[in-house]
């Protein structure tokens, strides 16, 4: 255990592992925000960044809980560091103030503020990164206020990389669901039993850890490297959350290609340890309102951090309401179970198949206000789903009754179904999910 001048601490958890937790709480819940990339990319500008903060505030975003308003890439100077100070700069035609300047006025806003680099000499998008100078750069951000920091995974220099790779999960049913990084035939796999935390990638993520803790501010720290080198086994020792995949993009199969990858990954996730299944494209792309409920409706179930990526001033009102469920939000933000939902059914294929066009259909999980249950159609057609109260893990637990009831409510409109017997049947439209709270026991009227 040990402490910095913040008071963070390094608390053993189970399994001999070390989690990291921040003494004001800070990661222990996943993280709620906005980040500029899926929707502008490299165009950013202050006065985007600041619609998006005003917007958050304005849209009732920040009372529903969306504190971090993120820059992403591009935000500096691309041809180098202050010759001086050895400082990145701020790109002063994109941010007229500086990024202090503009912390500033998204603090004013009673809101957080993220900034972006890469564990490698450049950005994805080729400006200045931290690797080797995580010191400097970490007192640097600090100093202008940051409250939290995506940390990249380009232009990793070759006397840091590693001679094994990451585990390809192409085939969990020889390995399970709980693989340990062993699953896969590349010649880069490593040996059984290796020890990710002896990796270079591990330690190229450690030293921006170690840099964000001795500053004397609360730094939650994203760690966004695809979900290379088993980070879920380790990403827990360094930060709140890590990337699990490659970028998402705003098209159903790159939705539905992430949900069955985190589909298998849920037993790594719960208090102060999140799986990030990378940012919300809700807004963006051709997503349907049906996929955009199903995009939120899991990304809030397998507890990812829920980091809104399109411009919130010509954001859709049903699109607004999406992001805004209180039901989905409070079983994301729950502060008793930390756990988030898992498959308990796949559905159109055999549980645990891997199959990115067909992930798992029928999950659950607990939390303070019962279980969250939803069925999604991957179909490309209307079709019935039924869940079936017998089937939910831990639901029903010694009921008298031969046929359980419970109080249930529906999540999208918010309505009480009452005293449900059995389970529910529904036609769902394709790629929409039926989303419920299954609340208290009860006896249904004979
Ligand atoms: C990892 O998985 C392999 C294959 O299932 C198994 O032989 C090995 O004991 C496991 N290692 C650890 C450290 O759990
Ligand atoms: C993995 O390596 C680290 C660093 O050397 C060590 O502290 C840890 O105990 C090892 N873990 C296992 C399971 O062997
Ligand atoms: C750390 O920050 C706190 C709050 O901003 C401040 O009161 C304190 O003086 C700082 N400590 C050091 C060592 O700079
Ligand atoms: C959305 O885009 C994808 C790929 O870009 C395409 O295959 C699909 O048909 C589009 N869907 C709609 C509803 O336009």
Redesign the pocket.
Known sequence: MRASSTGVLLLGTALCTQALEYKDGTGRLPALGWNSWNAFYCDITEDKIMTAAKQVVSLGLKDAGYNYINVDDCWAVKDGRDKVTGKIIPDPVKFPTGIRGLADKIHGLGLKVGIYSSAGTKTCAGYPASLDKEGLDAATFASWGIDYLKYDNCYVPDNWQDPYDFCVPDDYRA??PY????CGQSARTPP??YNWTTSLEYKRYKQMSDALLAQNRTILYSLCNWGHAAVEEWGHQLGSSWRMTGDISPQWWRVSEILNQMSFKSAYADFWEHNDADMLHIGNGNLTMEESRSHFAFWAAIKSPLIIGTALDRLAAEKVAILKNAHLLAFHQDNEFGKPAQPYKWGVNADWTFDADRPAEYWSGESKNGFLVLALNTLQQKSQRTIVFQEVPGLVKGQKAEVPAFEVTEIWTGKKLGCVQKGISVQVASHDTAAYLVGKECSPAT
């Open positions: 390995y399970g693989h340990n990084g062993t059984s039993g």
